[in-house]
């Protein structure tokens, strides 16, 4: 099964060096055999946060396919010797994932981010994808009764759910409820609503395939961004020198 031919191990993390078109065809297949599919990015920060998280890295492990998202994984990964054929980015996939739904009829689940920025995501999917079947939306600020929101994607009908949240409370929130939801497939998105609804501009993308996309988002958001990039990304850096020092040469 290509999951498993394609699977590597980065510091502990396994993950699925799968190419986007492959990771759409392995999604495509459980979908259409109803498959139960728990979904995940990995990037530098998540590498790192996971080290120091148990309950994150738990969340990840039980996912069924780990992408890798960030150069920064991407170019680690084989610099330690893994054959990783590209970044598999978590905002680009969804959009591939709207136009495959669109396409074969699975209704999706939208939750997450501000209820302004919800409603203008299913907006725009409705107007990019006029056949897309869009189940429910809700916003992320569901915590004071997570089991009725959950009641609601499960009675919703959708066959995905995209959820739109800061990590760790994304991946933590789907692996603690993935048996009541309802879905085939479910995937944590991060701020990907936000840029589909228009309000963050993605980096261009010559610094997005040249791994500087989070130094894109630190000039957005510099006050919120430029300690965690400058902890993770030292700390990520750190981990693949040890690593490269202490492997045993052939």
Not at 74 to 93: N, S, T
Not at 103 to 121: R, S, T
Request: proline share 4%; charged share 25%.
């Amino acid at each position: 099964m290509i999951l498993e031919s394609r699977k590597v191990e980065l510091f502990g993390v396994h993950a699925h060096a799968l190419s986007m078109q492959e990771t759409l065809e392995v999604i495509d297949r459980r979908l259409s055999a109803g498959q139960f599919t728990q979904h995940v990015v990995v990037n530098v920060a998540k590498v790192v946060n996971m080290r120091s998280d148990p309950a994150l890295a738990e969340s990840v492990k039980a996912c069924d396919i780990v992408n890798i998202d960030g150069m920064g994984v991407v170019w680690g990964a084989r610099l330690l010797g893994h054959a990783v054929p590209e970044r598999v980015a978590g905002v680009d996939l969804f959009i591939e994932l709207a136009a495959l739904s669109a396409e074969k009829g699975y209704p999706i689940y939208l939750l997450g981010a501000k209820q302004a920025v919800v409603d203008k995501v299913a907006t725009n999917l409705r107007k990019q994808h006029p056949t897309i079947r869009i189940a429910g939306w809700h916003h992320g600020y569901f915590w004071d009764d997570e089991p009725a929101l959950v009641e609601k994607v499960k009675a919703s009908g959708a066959r995905l759910l995209f959820v739109a949240i800061t990590s760790p409370k994304k991946e933590n929130f789907i692996n603690r409820w993935k048996d009541e939801l309802g879905v085939d497939f479910v995937m944590g998105v991060g701020g990907t609503f936000d840029v589909v609804a228009g309000e963050v501009s993605r980096a261009p993308v010559w610094m997005q395939r040249s791994g500087l996309e989070w130094l894109y988002r630190v000039i957005q958001e510099p006050r919120r961004m430029w300690k965690r990039y400058l902890l993770t990304n030292s700390l990520f850096l750190l981990l693949i020198l040890r690593n490269l020092v202490t492997s045993p040469r052939t």
